[in-house]
């Protein structure tokens, strides 16, 4: 009857001794698993722990390091604001609005001696007038020629003018100095006969100051007053001298990319002999009016001028230039000039005359 017992115990007994080896041999079995979830199921299973129930894994996303680099530069590039106006010939120009040309307001002041355009700078290698002038002559008997050398009707003409300010925030208000200089040249450089004169060449150094203004409505709204004075003349010796001083005021209103400059000015007057040309107002007029518009990479102008005369003795007198500037090149532009009226040069001031030209041009109307 005893036999179960002592069977139970040896039993148990043995069980006991093999149990350390069984573990043994678990543990290096456990070791060699690889994945950890697999491994530590392992271990319970050799602890005689119950099985937990394996949660999934969630594996971190991860990439081979080219894989970024290739998805940022398979993404298209932003497309930039555009900035630039585009037409025709697809140049791209960039126009300055009234306050910047001018610097009218802090944000667009810049200092003093830089040099900026003022009037367009061009070169037309064609232009051609419809009469020439071979007898100018003013009221002042020194200062007729008759008999000049014949010149031809087609000859090249250029342009260069700039500006900078000399004085900014005078005395601390919103006022500033400007100078400019504008050259004309007529060069007959197709005339190789005569060995391809200089036929005309006109300076104009002038003066003003600048108070910015911002009255009216955004339509078309009064942006600047300036008060200057200039002087232009020729260069030449009598007969051919011309030359006048002038003070003038200048109404700058802008509309848009529109900018209307209103110029009426005074004669400074002369005496006696020492004026080459006492009329030159009533041809040359007393008043302009230009105005002026960026549109697309184009840049147009036309410019009217008047005597503000208009009596028996001095009929009214309307001059008309109009300019147009399309895209080349960058900044580089085809220059149209039409002309009609008088004082197309200085020393013609009371010559009538039509004609057109065409060039290229640097800086321009902006």
Same mark, same amino acid.
């Given at each position: 009857?005893?036999?179960?017992?002592?069977?139970? /115990?040896?039993?148990?007994? =043995?069980? &006991?001794? %093999? @149990? !350390?080896?069984? *573990?043994?041999?678990?543990? +290096?079995?456990?070791? #060699?698993?690889?994945?950890?979830?697999?491994?530590?199921?392992?271990?319970?299973?050799?602890?005689?722990? /119950?099985?937990?129930?394996? =949660?999934? &894994?969630? %594996? @971190? !996303?991860?990439? *081979?390091?080219?894989?970024? +680099?290739?998805?940022? #530069?398979?993404?298209?590039?932003?497309?930039?604001?555009?900035?630039?106006?585009?037409?025709?010939?697809?140049?791209?120009?960039?126009?300055?609005?009234?306050?910047?040309?001018?610097?009218?307001?802090?944000?667009?002041?810049?200092?003093?001696?830089?040099?900026?355009?003022?009037?367009?700078?061009?070169?037309?290698?064609?232009?051609?007038?419809?009469?020439?002038?071979?007898?100018?002559?003013?009221?002042?008997?020194?200062?007729?020629?008759?008999?000049?050398?014949?010149?031809?009707?087609?000859?090249?003409?250029?342009?260069?003018?700039?500006?900078?300010?000399?004085?900014?925030?005078?005395?601390?208000?919103?006022?500033?100095?400007?100078?400019?200089?504008?050259?004309?040249?007529?060069?007959?450089?197709?005339?190789?006969?005569?060995?391809?004169?200089?036929?005309?060449?006109?300076?104009?150094?002038?003066?003003?100051?600048?108070?910015?203004?911002?009255?009216?409505?955004?339509?078309?709204?009064?942006?600047?007053?300036?008060?200057?004075?200039?002087?232009?003349?020729?260069?030449?010796?009598?007969?051919?001298?011309?030359?006048?001083?002038?003070?003038?005021?200048?109404?700058?209103?802008?509309?848009?990319?529109?900018?209307?400059?209103?110029?009426?000015?005074?004669?400074?007057?002369?005496?006696?002999?020492?004026?080459?040309?006492?009329?030159?107002?009533?041809?040359?007029?007393?008043?302009?009016?230009?105005?002026?518009?960026?549109?697309?990479?184009?840049?147009?102008?036309?410019?009217?001028?008047?005597?503000?005369?208009?009596?028996?003795?001095?009929?009214?007198?309307?001059?008309?230039?109009?300019?147009?500037?399309?895209?080349?090149?960058?900044?580089?532009?085809?220059?149209?000039?039409?002309?009609?009226?008088?004082?197309?040069?200085?020393?013609?001031?009371?010559?009538?005359?039509?004609?057109?030209?065409?060039?290229?041009?640097?800086?321009?109307?902006?």
């Amino acid at each position: 009857m005893k036999l179960p017992g002592t069977a139970i /115990a040896l039993f148990a007994g =043995l069980t &006991a001794l %093999a @149990a !350390p080896a069984l *573990a043994a041999d678990d543990g +290096a079995a456990c070791r #060699a698993l690889e994945d950890d979830g697999s491994r530590l199921a392992c271990y319970d299973r050799a602890a005689g722990r /119950a099985t937990p129930i394996p =949660l999934p &894994a969630v %594996a @971190a !996303p991860t990439a *081979a390091p080219g894989a970024a +680099a290739v998805t940022v #530069a398979s993404s298209p590039p932003p497309i930039p604001a555009p900035t630039t106006r585009n037409w025709w010939t697809g140049g791209a120009y960039t126009p300055q609005t009234f306050a910047e040309r001018w610097e009218l307001e802090q944000g667009t002041k810049d200092g003093i001696f830089k040099i900026k355009p003022y009037q367009p700078t061009y070169v037309m290698i064609g232009n051609w007038r419809k009469d020439t002038n071979p007898n100018p002559c003013s009221p002042n008997p020194q200062n007729c020629a008759s008999g000049q050398d014949a010149y031809m009707h087609g000859d090249a003409k250029f342009q260069i003018s700039a500006k900078t300010k000399l004085w900014q925030d005078i005395f601390d208000t919103p006022l500033d100095l400007w100078a400019a200089y504008t050259q004309q040249t007529y060069w007959q450089v197709y005339d190789g006969k005569n060995s391809r004169p200089f036929r005309e060449t006109d300076f104009q150094p002038e003066a003003w100051v600048t108070l910015p203004l911002k009255l009216g409505p955004e339509w078309l709204q009064w942006r600047m007053l300036n008060l200057g004075i200039s002087h232009q003349s020729n260069g030449q010796n009598d007969p051919l001298s011309r030359s006048w001083n002038r003070v003038y005021a200048t109404f700058g209103l802008a509309a848009g990319d529109l900018s209307v400059l209103i110029k009426p000015w005074w004669r400074v007057p002369e005496t006696g002999k020492s004026d080459n040309n006492a009329d030159v107002g009533d041809y040359a007029g007393r008043l302009e009016v230009q105005a002026v518009l960026p549109y697309g990479a184009n840049v147009f102008s036309a410019t009217l001028r008047n005597n503000l005369k208009n009596s028996s003795n001095t009929p009214s007198r309307t001059s008309i230039q109009a300019d147009w500037a399309f895209p080349l090149y960058g900044q580089l532009h085809g220059y149209v000039q039409a002309f009609h009226g008088w004082n197309d040069s200085l020393q013609n001031y009371n010559f009538r005359n039509t004609g057109v030209g065409i060039g290229v041009s640097l800086t321009q109307w902006r």
